[in-house]
């Protein structure tokens, strides 16, 4: 099993950025490719960003390319996503999981381990 607790989220002005951390322990974090997922109030999750397990390929929800960034530091057993330009419709809860190999980025259905969130709130 992997533990994983998300952090950095906040209160910002719509423009502002924020970067979130999640921060894995127990199983070889390098084994998974990551993603983040965001959850709005009365919506479902939905996927923002994901990254294989070196680093080298990223995957992004349209409505976050050119504003946000996902990365990750195996040797820190972490994955960040850096979020510029945040806009109101970023207000949401943010998760990270590890995917299922050989599955899709995009679904919610290919990832596990949930952390338990953290909170962005973007003001207009």
């Known amino acids: 099993q992997v533990q994983l607790v998300e952090s950095g989220g906040g209160l910002v002005q719509a423009g502002g950025s924020l970067r979130l951390s999640c921060v894995a322990s127990?199983?070889?974090?390098?084994?998974?490719?990551m993603g983040w997922f965001r959850q709005a109030p009365g919506k479902e999750r939905e996927f923002v960003a994901g990254?294989?397990?070196?680093?080298?390929?990223?995957y992004y929800a349209d409505s976050a390319k050119g504003r946000f960034t996902i990365s990750r530091v195996n040797a820190e057993n972490t994955v960040y996503l850096q979020m510029n330009s945040l806009k109101p419709e970023d207000t949401a809860v943010y998760y990270c999981?590890?995917?299922?190999?050989?599955?899709?980025?995009?679904?919610?259905?290919?990832?596990?381990?949930w952390g338990q969130g953290t909170q962005v709130t973007v003001s207009s």
């Open positions: 999981g590890t995917k299922t190999p050989w599955d899709t980025y995009y679904s919610e259905s290919s990832y596990g381990n």
């Open positions: 127990g199983r070889t974090f390098s084994n998974y490719a």
């Open positions: 990254i294989n397990w070196s680093g080298g390929s990223s």
